[in-house]
């Protein structure tokens, strides 16, 4: 992957207003793969039963799949995401979303993401399907 768009996703995800009011950190990002870590805050992320809010899940797959897509250097948008929740994380747990392309054309890609905890139990898995423009992406 080259270096100085390496570096451009990682200052977009830091500076990315979404992001970082939820809390999420770019850790990881490879060729066609991405690593997103987020702190799950019961005060700021749970639903009327006082677990996770499935938006929040969601939120953090999302972010592993925009960067992971965007490691081919042109812009890649979702054209299907499907998420299967699994478990409820516990309160302030570190989340962790790893994004995987598994396969690629000229035009779509298909990403398999899971979500675990700090004690690797899985809280949710994603199959997505992104439509790559060919358009460079502009940063």
């Known amino acids: 992957m080259d270096e100085q768009l390496r570096k451009a996703i990682y200052k977009a995800v830091e500076t990315e207003p979404f992001a970082r009011k939820m809390g999420m950190k770019l850790v ?3 060729l066609g793969y991405s690593k997103v870590d987020m702190l ?6 749970d639903n009327i039963y006082q677990r ?6 969601y939120s953090l797959i999302d972010e592993a799949f925009e960067t992971s897509c965007q490691t081919h250097g042109d812009i890649a948008v979702a ?3 499907n998420v299967s929740y699994i478990s409820s994380p ?11 392309e598994t396969s690629k054309t000229k035009k779509i890609a298909h990403y398999n993401i899971q979500v675990t905890d700090g004690n690797g139990k899985l809280i949710a898995t994603c199959n997505c399907i992104a439509y790559r423009t060919g358009k460079p992406i502009p940063f």
């Open 52 to 57: 996770a809010h499935g938006g929040a899940i």
């Open 90 to 100: 516990e309160p302030g747990v570190l989340l962790s979303a790893v994004s995987q």
């Open 40 to 45: 799950y805050r019961p005060d700021a992320m």
């Open 28 to 30: 990881d990002l490879k």
């Open 79 to 81: 054209l299907n995401v």
